[in-house]
Structure formats: C-alpha cells, structure tokens
C-alpha cells in the first residue's frame, strides 16, 4: 500500500476513518496492483462532514474577501513547493505519465488557487442611482457547496470547484472519484496547511450512493459535478428537489475542423492532443476530426507517422508519453468501440492493438456520422477522421449531436475562423490550436454537455448570489 493516507475522510480539519464504510481499494492502473485501501462514507460520515461545513461557513464568509485570498494564494505556493511528489502520487492514482501530471494536474489546480485567490478582494456591488432613492447589491456566498469529481483530472478538479467556492466564502464538502480518491485527501491536507479553518473543506469517499446522500442533504446550497450525461441527468433531477444552484461539466463529442489551407504539422499535432493526451480520456476531446479533402491523405500519412511513434510504458518513466486506461471496465469499453467501428467499415489507419490495460494510439478514417463511434463518447485514445467538401456542410455535420462541450477549428484565414467558430454549437472553442484550458478562461458546454461555467471570472458567479437593496431616501408615499 505505497500510497495509503492517514485515514479515508478529511473532515473539520482532520483525519477520519470509518471502518464500518464498504472497502474502497485504490488500484495502480499501469499494475493492477493496489496502492491503498479506503473505506466509503457511512451516514455518519456524511453528517459529520455537512455539520462541519455548516458550522464554519458563516463565520469564513464574514472574513474580509482578502483574507480568504491569502490562504489560497498560500495553499497554490505549498503545491508547487511538492510539485514531484504531488504528481508522483497522481501518477500512481490515474496512470497518466509523469511526464504528464508534473505540468498539467496539480500546476493546473495551483493556478487555479492563485487566480480566484488573487480575485478575492476585486469582487464588489454596484449601486444603482433611481433619482432621490437608490440601491445597491451586494454579492454573497451560497453556503454549503458539494463538489463531485471524475477520474481523469481529480486533483485539479478538486482545485478548480474548490478555489472559487472559498473565495466567494462558501465552504464544501468535496467526494472525488472511487477511482482516483487519493489527491482530494491531499489537497485537503494542503489547505489546512495554509490556514484554511477546520471545516471549510471535507473529502468524503465513495461511489455513486454516497455522493446521492451528498446532492440530496438539506444543508446543500450547491452541487458542482464533473461526469458523463447520465451521471448528470441523476444529480441535476436530485439536485431540483431542493432547487439547489447547480454547474456541471459533462461529456462531449466535440468536432475539430481542418480546412485544407491550415498549417498541417500544428493540425496534426492538436489532433493527437485532442485525442491522445491522457490516454483520450478528456471530456472537451476533440474526437470527430472532420478534415477537408484537399488535405486527407497528406494529414493521414503525417498522422499515422506521428502517432506510431508515441511511447507507451511505466508511467513513472519519463520516457513514457501514454499510459493505460483507468479500469479494466474502461479498457473493454474502447476495445468495444474499436471493434464495432471496425464492424461498422471505418477505416483503421493505425492502432487498435491493446497490451494490458494499455490501448494503443488508434484512427480510423472513412468515418461516417450515423456510425457508433461518430456518435458516442468512446473516453479512450481513439480518433474518428470524417472527410468534408466545404464549411457549410461541416458545420452543420459537426453541430448534429447532442452534445455542445468544445470545438476546433484549423485555417489560415482568420475570418473564416471566426466565422465558423460563431456557428458552432460549443461553449469552449479554439482556432488553430486545441485543449489549452489556462484558469483565466471559463470552460463549460452547451446542450447535453452541461450548464455553468468554471474558472474565470465567470465562475465566481456561480459560487454566489446577488442580494438587492433598495434604499429610500424620502417620506414613504402610500396610498392609504
């Protein structure tokens, strides 16, 4: 057990263990081995840690907003202090290559606490002038946050759902993924560390059950879940009962566009990183790569060559550029994918070999919409490349799906760019380049891919609530 915590919880500024709870065994996905053993959260649990954020919440809201920052801005500064050991242990949560986690998981999530740290103090009112009379508002806390995290980035989710939430003076109670629970116990400890007050940040582990009792508890003023679509239906219908704010971040399909004048070497490289970075396994991937045909065959042969190259191995080795799958679950999943496209005629280019729980680098081309691979969150490092003829066809190809996370769009000519971006049904976008997600801007989707915004300004707004006052200034003039 090389990566067992002090105990599976984090409540009220401590270590807590339940043995009671259901066994949670953290599995290495590069080994198979496990690398700790956790319990879930019994009821108790979970009143204890609603209790404590309930307790410390109104007291942290009443700080001075600066004050809040400070501790943020600290707790970002001891993150990059235990920068290797940190992504170590992400490494061994998740599989991602080290080469991965020691630029991109927790140097993300420490970004993010020194952003919404650094906002801290620039968040005010306004005042409203009505001739004698006049109001103001005042932006507040919600309260009580929940925060549910996914497997793929759980350290700096936690990061990006809990650094606005205690900015704006709210406290959480955080359950990460079953699968990767180990860096939210960390961050929880982190926090304490800078001299977050007990209470403002509990981990809880679990599965499904458990984050339910979370969503549906009467001292829950917010929900904020990253998931797949079915896990987002359940939380936002359970969520509706209390009439609870609400963000969620959920799956996506999204389309990247490649016109034949764009650079070809930065087209095929933003291609293999919106579908091979982290093993595929990233919500705003870039899976439908529709590519002009001017450029088809140009683009599979540099493709095809790049992409062969990609080294597979021990994640710990800094060779190592792709690691395995999460799950043996996961890992069948994409081999179904593989298999039905290969069932339904796509063409495939290169890959779809598996070695373990690893997936090689995989393409199909001759991709069609209706085929099930077109259509479906695959979540693995597989790219589906469709052929197309001009920009009013692709654009309305790449809108016909029900999800609505990101899109791409690849050309030389800058107004088409533009153009094509203002058409695209997406809520996070880039031209001529792809998946960069820097704090400063917000990331969320549209349609099935979820409601809300993280990061950015953006996100304070959905961490807090306006309270409007009117004030008048002369006699009251009453009808009565």
Known sequence: MIAQPKASHYIDGNWLEDTAGTPLEVVNPATGEAIARLHEATPAVIDAAMDAAKRAQAEWASRKPVERGRILRRAADLILAQGGSLARLETLDTGKPLQETLVADWPSGAEALEYFGGMAATVTGETIPLGGDFAYTLREALGVCVGIGAWNYPSQIACWKSAPALVMGNAMVFKPSE???????????????????????????????????????????????????PTGRKVYAAAAEGVRHVTMELGGKSPLIIFDDADLESAVGAAMMANFYSAGQVCSNGTRVFVQKGIRKAFLERLTARAEKIVLGDPLDMETQMGPLISPAQHEKVLGYIAGARAEGATLVTG????????????????????????????????????????????TRANATEFGLAAGVFTADLTRAHRVISALEAGTCWINTYNLTPVEMPFGGV?????????GKAALEYYSQIKSVYVGMGPVDAPY
Do not use: W, Y
């Not at 199909?364 to 920009?391: K, Y």
């Not at 349609?447 to 990061?455: C, D, F, P, T």
């Open 447 to 455: 349609k099935m891919s979820g409601v809300g915004r993280e990061n």
């Open 179 to 229: 699968l990767t629970p180990l860096g939210a116990l960390k961050l929880a400890e982190i926090f304490t560390e800078a001299g977050l007050p007990a209470g403002l940040f509990n981990v809880v582990q679990g599965r499904g059950a458990v984050g339910a009792s979370l969503v549906t508890d009467s001292r829950v003023d917010k929900v904020s879940l990253t998931g797949s679509v």
């Open 352 to 395: 779809g070999g598996n070695h373990g729980q690893f997936v090689e680098p995989t393409v199909f081309a001759d991709v069609t919409d209706d085929m099930t691979i077109a259509r479906e969150e695959v979540f693995g490092p597989v790219m589906a490349v469709f052929d197309f003829e001009d920009e009013d066809e692709v654009i």
